[in-house]
């Protein structure tokens, strides 16, 4: 994967675009994300099965790696078995 | 990357929620995401390189905006104000395009162009997305090319990439963030910045757009309090004009209106303290930025606000006149003639470096080795990090090897109760290369205050370099639509 990189899970209706991190496999329940919709959907492992939303950015304990779930599922995503995170932003007032 | 993500994320997340409203049409994202489909087969079709739109603002604009995202194709938008030969000049920089709105003036200044009226563009869009495929099309990622206003030299043609424009989305806009009752009144014109920035922070946020085209403060009042606005952002220009209808008893309620953000030229100290008295409720935040950033890359926020307006320590109540603080995503330092760092408390030249700034232009990139873009702007930090600016660097007053900014004798002038306005401009001089000069309005019912008078309030508050050599009592200074004071107009009454 790289930046601008739309992956999709394996298991689950989640979407991604990577934001950050170039080079590392994506998992989304417990399988490995693809940027091809699989013929045939895997089942949501146990472990990562806390789902993802829509809009939420997603990040890892290093900062290294950034995904931005652009259509929410039932599969919480991960990296290397590690579970990433919603990174939480500051709100900032509208500026616009 | 692309933009389109923005307006198709709304879409899927609930495609009948109104996104739009204008001239009384309502706009639900999923109408304006088949529109945008519509849009980008028709642009493809035509074998345009360009995109623009010379037209008031109006749904047409982030249909053509998202339309050009998906067909890779750059999206222009084009100032109608410009005089023919101007806009003839730019309309041929960018042949062959894709014009949506005045047709015949297209067709009568440039040659080879597709040219649609706006309802024929709308409409065109809306048939065509029966049949679009929703492909995207990579292009150069370069997502909106937005010529500057030139004041010098030929305008320049900044690019925007999708990266750019993605990166202070997500840097600065929570997705869905806004309650679905929320509405933003943009009344920007398309061709600024801040109004394609309006366009995707509203989208990524599915706050409800309600479009006023051409800003007249009584339509602002009666739209925002019909819609029930909760947002909006003005030039200091047009909050005044709004806060003195109020005071002349146009009725309106404003209890809606929870925030209002201001930029794009400089703020009186006296009018934010009397919005900030009129509107107890409202969050207000100032924002600072430019074209080449992508939009804001520094704001002032409500908290700020109201805790400056409350204070009686002198550092805290000026952070009023400050732009707040760099966004998160944004790296800034002050910097001196050779491109040294600067502490705070020393006045310099700003640099930015982040995602979101580009710096780049069809001709070439401004951008350092470092990725650090010369803002042309003067300014300087407190203590706590608080930017203040001190107009253009190409505004300071070089008088005898002395740099004087305009803005430390335009604050000492608006202490002066028969000052309404003023403006310090660099006038040519034999003795110092640059002298300064004055322009200044006198209040209404006031009289006008003698030379010598003004030259003493100058000499005690600041230093003797600083006194005008030349004095201009003004009917009204020159500013453009987005508030930003005209100098090069002004230098023009001290030429001869």
Redesign the interface.
């Known amino acids: 994967m790289k930046p601008g990189t739309k992956l999709k899970s394996t298991v689950c209706n989640t979407e991604v675009m990577v934001i950050r991190g170039s080079g590392l496999v994506a998992e989304c329940g417990g399988a490995p994300m693809a940027e091809e919709t699989p013929a045939e959907k895997g089942s949501v492992a146990a472990a990562f099965a806390e789902g993802t939303q829509m809009g939420k950015r997603y990040v890892d304990d290093e900062g290294t790696v950034e995904l931005l779930c652009v259509k929410p599922g039932e599969g919480s995503l991960s990296i290397d078995g590690k579970a990433l995170h919603i990174k939480d932003a500051k709100p900032l007032p509208s500026s616009d | ?1 692309n933009i389109f ?1 923005i307006l ?2 709304a879409a ?2 609930d495609p009948e929620r109104i996104g739009l409203v204008c001239d009384g049409r309502r706009w639900s994202y999923g109408a304006l995401l088949n529109a945008a489909k519509g849009a980008a087969e028709l642009f493809v079709e035509s074998g345009c390189t360009h995109v623009a739109l010379l037209d008031e603002s109006s749904e047409a604009a982030p249909i053509a905006l998202f339309g050009a995202a998906l067909a890779g194709i750059p999206y222009v938008p084009l100032n109608y104000r410009l005089a023919d030969a101007d806009l003839g000049a730019l309309l041929d920089r960018i042949s062959p395009a894709y014009v949506i709105g005045d047709v015949d003036r297209t067709q009568r200044l440039s040659k080879g162009h597709t040219c649609k009226t706006r309802s024929d563009f709308v409409a065109a869009a809306e048939s065509a997305s029966a049949g679009a495929t929703g492909e995207e099309r990579e292009g150069e990622g370069i997502a909106a090319q937005i010529f500057t206003s030139g004041t010098t030299a030929a305008p320049k043609a900044a690019l925007l990439r999708h ?1 750019n424009l993605m990166g202070y989305i ?1 840097g ?6 806004a309650a679905e009752d929320d509405a ?1 009144l943009v009344c920007v014109p398309p061709y600024h910045i ?1 109004g394609i ?2 366009l ?3 989208i990524y ?1 599915m ?1 409800r757009m309600v479009l006023l085209p051409a800003f007249e403060p009584d339509t602002w009042l009666r739209l925002a309090s019909e819609e029930r606005v909760t ?1 909006a ?1 003005l030039v200091p220009t047009m909050l005044a004009r709004i806060i003195l209808r109020m005071d002349e008893g146009v009725e309106t309620d404003l209890s809606s209106l929870q ?1 209002v ?1 201001y ?1 794009g030229g400089r703020m009186p100290p006296e009018l934010i303290e009397r919005a900030l008295a009129l509107f107890p409720q409202t ?1 207000f ?1 100032n ?1 600072y ?1 430019l074209t080449e950033t992508s ?2 890359i520094a ?1 002032l ?2 908290e700020d606000h109201r805790a400056a307006h409350n204070s009686n320590d002198p550092a805290v109540r000026a952070r009023l006149g400050s732009v707040g603080k760099p ?2 995503t944004v790296e800034l330092e002050i910097r001196d003639d050779e491109g040294r760092p600067l502490p705070p408390g020393d006045r310099g030249e700003i640099y930015v470096r982040g995602e979101q700034v580009s710096g780049e232009y069809r001709e070439r990139s401004a951008l350092d080795a470092e990725g650090w873009f010369p803002t042309r702007d003067a300014g300087w930090l407190d203590d706590e990090g608080y930017l203040f600016l001190a107009g253009r660097a190409d505004d300071v007053i070089v008088r005898g090897g002395e740099n004087i900014s305009p803005g430390e004798i335009e604050d000492v002038l608006a202490t002066h109760p028969a000052i309404a306005d003023s403006a310090a401009i660099g006038a040519p001089s034999v003795e110092w290369g640059e002298t300064v000069a004055i322009a200044v309005v006198i209040r209404p019912g006031h009289k006008t205050p003698g030379d010598d008078e003004l030259r003493t309030l100058i000499k005690d508050r600041l230093r003797s370099s600083r006194v005008p050599e030349h004095i201009a009592v003004v009917e009204e200074l020159p500013y453009n639509e987005m508030g930003k004071l005209l100098r090069r107009e002004i230098r023009k009454l001290f030429q001869e």
């Not at chain 2, 600065?172 to 963030?177: G, P, Y």
């Open positions: 990357m993500l198709q994320m899927d997340t990266a997500l600065t806009v929570e997705f869905c963030s933003q801040a920035s309006a995707l922070s509203s946020a706050r947002n952002f925030a953000a930029g969050g935040t924002a930025g939009s804001t704001l926020g409500p966004v998160p």
